[in-house]
């Protein structure tokens, strides 16, 4: 799979540099170890929650920021050098277009909701990547390439809010973690884990699911029976709960109890599915992984994050979206469809979104050869689907040539208390750290009353 970069030239490798990326492991016994280490976080509810409809959600994480004026956001009226070169296309919706790529979802608006109006004033990678993540602004200035974590992220959020023990990691991100998507104070428990196998390859696989093929499943069972003869030896008395070697031992029961489980197994076999579903995700890395966070939610795994990539079109713009959008849109439509047609639409919240929008004014930026659009904090379109979110609802509006949100105007907290609260998550809720320090979940805990159903 090639890197995929931002403007600034950010990858995952970055990340590693900070000294971070053991975080989120390169095996899931590295992931587990994590989890054992984690600090401990003690939980205080100020109000009683609001119950939720949803169980799992799926964000669609459009990493680099998103144009809402080729995607949700058309403006068909405004001069050519805002509305671009692509057409606008009716919806479901009387009054409601999108740009001309959008012809699934377009066609059945009816199914989900979308948000014109959210802002805020963030407006590098870094930075808004954090905010919309988080709903937790950045405490202080943030460079564009920074990976930065002042507080827990959605997915941490939710697998220490709704994890179960069933064979499976609570927060799954794939193929990469979004630089914001860790578990900051909630500690490394509650990190992704990193599925950064190809699902469209035939050769998929994924670390410590599937056994290695040198090892068949008898010879694994015999070096599984060997190490518990090895355990039964004696230890040094002076070996106390805090033996590294006995904590090791841990990993690998639950490394084995993951290899072992029938849900993993089944969950990730994504060879399981016919041929026929597989065309109607896209057979590509990003419809296959849609397809692959339908099987993991049906198994139970509270949050599925699907890193989607290179959507910061400083130039190239019209270009890039005609070759990728009318794919994107059928695989993203797909995955609604499917979850509606098995009966998870209404337990499963479905999110796409990025850290910010695009430019209203077309430009060719220096350095570059082609038109495209800068980062633009000031208006952004985000869709949200399931967990009895109302179909057909557009809540907020951008003015006529997509320069900033002008009716309902929202904040990344407004979206993020809507999603904890669709969750079942009361958004008020006060966790403290391991210092002893409080700190809200969100710090305004107001919803998004339209999409509560």
Not at 110 to 120: L, V
Not at 424 to 452: A, W
Request: charged share 25%; proline share 6%.
């Amino acid at each position: 799979m090639a890197v995929t970069r931002n403007c600034e030239g950010t990858t995952r490798r970055d990340c590693l540099k900070l000294g971070i990326g053991g975080l989120f492991g390169a095996t899931l016994a590295g992931a587990l170890q994590g989890r054992a280490e984690a600090a401990s976080v003690d939980a205080q509810t100020v109000h009683t929650p609001k119950s939720g409809k949803a169980t799992n959600c799926i964000l669609i994480w459009m990493d680099g920021g998103p144009t809402h004026f080729e995607t949700f956001d058309p403006k068909p009226e405004a001069p050519s050098e805002y509305r671009g070169e692509l057409g606008a296309i009716k919806t479901k919706v009387p009054g409601v277009v999108f740009s001309e790529n959008m012809k699934n979802l377009a066609a059945n608006l009816d199914k989900f909701a979308m948000i014109r109006s959210i802002k805020h004033n963030q407006g590098n990678h870094g930075a808004g990547n954090h905010y919309m993540m988080t709903g937790a602004p950045p405490r202080i200035p943030v460079g564009c390439g920074a990976f930065v974590s002042f507080h827990p992220s959605m997915g941490s959020v939710t697998a220490y809010e709704l994890g179960k023990d069933n064979g499976l990691p609570p927060y799954f991100s794939m193929p990469n973690m979004s630089r914001s998507g860790g578990p900051n104070f909630l500690g490394a428990k509650y990190a992704p884990f990193v599925v950064k196998d190809d699902p469209n390859k035939d050769n998929f696989r994924v670390r410590d699911v599937a056994l290695p093929r040198e090892l068949t499943e008898d010879r694994f069972h015999k070096r599984t029976d060997l190490r518990q003869l090895v355990d039964k030896m004696k230890r040094f008395e002076e070996q106390v709960a805090g033996d590294p070697v006995l904590g090791l031992d841990e990993y690998y029961r639950q490394g084995h109890s993951l290899i072992t489980s029938p849900e993993a197994q089944k969950a990730f076999d994504i060879s399981q599915e016919t041929d026929e579903v597989r065309d109607r995700y896209v057979r590509n890395g990003f419809g296959q992984r849609c397809l692959l966070a339908r099987r993991l939610v049906e198994a139970g795994v509270p949050f599925v994050t699907i890193y989607d990539g290179g959507w910061d079109h400083h130039d190239s713009i019209f270009k890039r979206c005609n070759d990728r959008l009318p794919e994107w849109d059928q695989s993203v439509w797909t995955l609604i469809s499917d979850l509606e047609e098995r009966g998870l639409l209404d337990s499963t919240l479905v999110i796409a979104m990025g850290e910010f929008g695009r430019t209203p004014k077309i430009s060719i930026i220096p350095g570059r050869t082609s038109a495209g659009r800068d980062h633009w904090a000031n208006a952004m379109s985000v869709l949200m689907a399931g967990g009895g979110t109302p179909g057909g609802t557009v809540v907020g509006a951008t003015d006529r040539k997509g320069f900033s949100a002008v009716e309902r105007v929202l904040s990344p907290e407004n979206l993020v208390s809507t999603i904890y609260t669709k969750l079942g998550i009361n958004p008020d809720k006060v966790l403290y750290t391991p210092q002893g320090r409080p700190s809200h979940l969100v710090s305004d805990p107001t919803v998004i009353d339209e999409l509560m159903g």
